[in-house]
């Protein structure tokens, strides 16, 4: 149980478009979810928390307008990101929890690459 | 306050050996330390946690130590095999109270040599 899906796990897109990433809990309903960004070698960095019927918060530093997060169901949550630039070049990872628990599920990741 | 300090960065262990990595904390409103398992271009996968009522768990040839009053917690992986070859990350998190959130220790890239 506790499987988190994401989709697309890879895109190439042109700088200057948009890009929409997936992530579903596939099993249970998740009232939050995460999203995250991970550079090579480095840490997860937390980027927005995602509450359903709410609007995202954000971390410090993380521009909302340039990085649209949408949490329309319990099973459901995108990423959007808007002009992308090739800086926005990264591995995107969701992540799902588990109603009134601290256990944390994460999808498979996403290879962001903007030319 | 909120951060979680993890070492070493990288860890070469033999087949065989015992594998340990090493996290502290300072904020002690966190409640739950999981540890995560992540393979290159995967996700993390939850490997076990702990509650800080308990001082130690093991499952399987993975255990975690668990020092409340040095706000320290730590790794063990025994019998290290070469499947076990990614990289580790701790963490630690607080419920509800002034909202969930999980803070990541930088990760160490394990090794273990055939």
């Known amino acids: 149980g506790a499987v988190v899906s994401q989709h697309p796990s890879w895109v190439i897109c042109k700088s200057g478009t948009s890009v929409k990433i997936e992530c579903r809990s596939l099993d249970f309903q998740a009232t939050t979810m995460f999203w995250y960004r991970q550079f090579p070698k480095q840490s997860l960095m937390l980027m927005a928390t995602s509450n359903e019927g709410s609007k995202a918060t954000y971390e410090q530093g993380v521009e909302k307008d340039k990085f649209l997060i949408n949490h329309a169901s319990l099973t459901l949550s995108t990423l959007t990101v808007t002009s992308a630039h090739p800086e926005d070049s990264s591995f995107y990872i969701c992540s799902a929890r588990l109603p009134s628990r601290n256990e944390q599920f994460f999808g498979p990741g996403t290879r962001l690459t903007v030319l | 306050q909120q951060q979680v300090k993890q070492s070493p960065q990288s860890l070469i262990v033999q087949k065989g050996g015992i594998s340990i990595i090493n996290c502290a904390y300072e904020?002690?409103?966190?409640?739950?330390f999981p540890w995560y398992q992540q393979f290159p271009g995967k996700g993390p996968a939850l490997l076990i946690a702990i509650r800080p009522d308990v001082s130690e768990k093991k499952e399987g040839r993975f255990t975690i130590s668990f020092n409340k009053s040095a706000k320290q917690f730590s790794l063990h992986i025994m019998d290290s095999q070469p499947g076990d070859s990614a990289t580790y990350f701790c963490?630690?998190?607080?419920?509800?109270?002034?909202?969930?959130?999980?803070?990541f220790g930088a990760g160490t890239r394990l090794f273990v040599k055939a």
């Open positions: 904020n002690t409103a966190f409640d739950y």
């Open positions: 963490a630690a998190s607080k419920g509800n109270t002034g909202g969930f959130k999980t803070i």
